[in-house]
């Protein structure tokens, strides 16, 4: 029987919040940093499940702002490079050698630097909240059966991991919960080792009745492949992989802004086209794959859509995407820049909610 909400592929989640990664990364503008994290904050609380896993973003939150605290905490006491001439306090200044030139502990701390460094590390937290929203809303067991075919066994591993973390957990809190019944310590060196070998043991009932469960459904058995195919797909791959790596290094810098996004793009076809013939050794199918349909590209639109337009806002206006400090000014919201973060809004609208469970 279909469902009637159908699940969004996972990877259009993380699509979608990548591209709103993207584009925080190209502005140090307060005013559009908040509304991205509005805008995916919003999405999250529309469509995020009851599941454990979607409880995910508030601790990406949490280490957004710890994030923000240690990058300010660091201009007030290692000081800054930025000039300024609004002194908030004075600490007291510890002197260091003549090898250490340049760096300073303690001194003024200006109005200037700790704007500076807090625009700085709104950077880095909008886009780990990025990062969380897309742990929030797509499920990881259902994104690891989407991986392509050469990167099965990795994502085997991680489903299992993934599997018997929860079964520890819950066999540590019974046999605690048996032991506190009968009158029996549970806690110090001793409670912990009389807890720790019942678990040990059930851990390994569970590996030896997964490893018959694997053996009996061919895991690990592969195709013959020619040589040839391999030493083009091992070229693929790393060659793409290494494309990857340089096309966001350009894109994180403004000096590599004009090649960034053409290597990025090279270089991840080039790692699929590797994926894809990798995929050859490994011959399986799939049970229900998860579908991409037409809400799928749009919610990996609005990312793409939000990252490109802000892309194209930095090259274009860079002093209302990038706020000077020096003088001290109240930054300014640009129009269109602003009107393209909206877009990633698109999937809270086009993307049906799920029905939650009643408590």
């Known amino acids: 029987m279909p469902e009637r909400f159908p699940q969004l592929h996972p990877g259009a989640w993380w699509l979608w919040a990548l591209g709103l990664g993207t584009a925080a990364t190209r502005t140090t503008n307060p005013l559009l940093l908040a509304l991205l994290v509005a805008a995916s904050g919003y999405v999250v609380a ?123 957990i819950a066999d540590v809190r019974r046999l605690r919960s048996a032991r506190r019944l009968r009158g029996r310590p549970d806690r110090g060196v001793r409670g912990l080792l009389q807890v720790g070998l019942p678990v040990l043991e059930g851990a390994l009932e569970r590996s030896v009745a997964l490893a018959a469960a694997m053996d009996a459904r061919g895991f690990g058995r592969t195709a013959e492949v020619p040589a040839r195919v391999r030493r083009t797909t091992a070229a693929l791959t790393l060659g793409g992989l290494l494309g990857v790596c340089a096309g966001t290094y350009g894109l994180l810098t403004a000096e590599g802004g004009t090649y960034g996004l053409p290597v990025l793009l090279a270089g991840s076809a080039a790692a699929l086209a590797g994926l894809r013939l990798g995929g050859r050794r490994s011959p399986r199918t799939r049970y229900r794959p998860a579908p991409w349909g037409v809400r799928a590209w749009l919610v990996a639109g609005s990312g793409a859509a939000v990252a490109a337009l802000l892309t194209l806002a930095a090259a274009r206006e860079p002093d209302a ?34 029905p939650r469970e009643r408590a």
């Open 46 to 168: 529309t469509h995020r499940s009851s599941a454990p896993w979607a409880r995910s973003y508030l601790a990406f939150a949490k280490l957004a702002v710890a994030v923000l605290c240690v990058r300010l905490a660091f201009t007030v006491l290692l000081g800054s490079p930025v000039p300024g001439t609004h002194v908030l306090f004075t600490l007291p200044e510890v002197p260091l050698p003549d090898w250490a030139q340049g760096i300073r502990l303690g001194g003024p701390v200006t109005a200037e630097a700790l704007l500076f460094s807090g625009y700085n590390g709104l950077k880095l937290a909008a886009l780990l909240i990025c990062v969380g929203a897309a742990n929030a809303l797509s499920s990881p067991a259902r994104l690891l059966k989407s991986l392509p075919g050469a990167l099965y066994e990795a994502g085997v591993a991680v489903v299992v991991a993934l599997t018997f973390a929860p079964h520890l």
């Open 321 to 354: 995407l990038n706020p000077g400090v020096v003088p001290l000014a109240v930054p300014a919201l640009p129009l269109w820049p602003a009107v393209s973060v909206l877009l990633a809004l698109l999937p809270a609208f086009v993307v049906p909610q799920e």
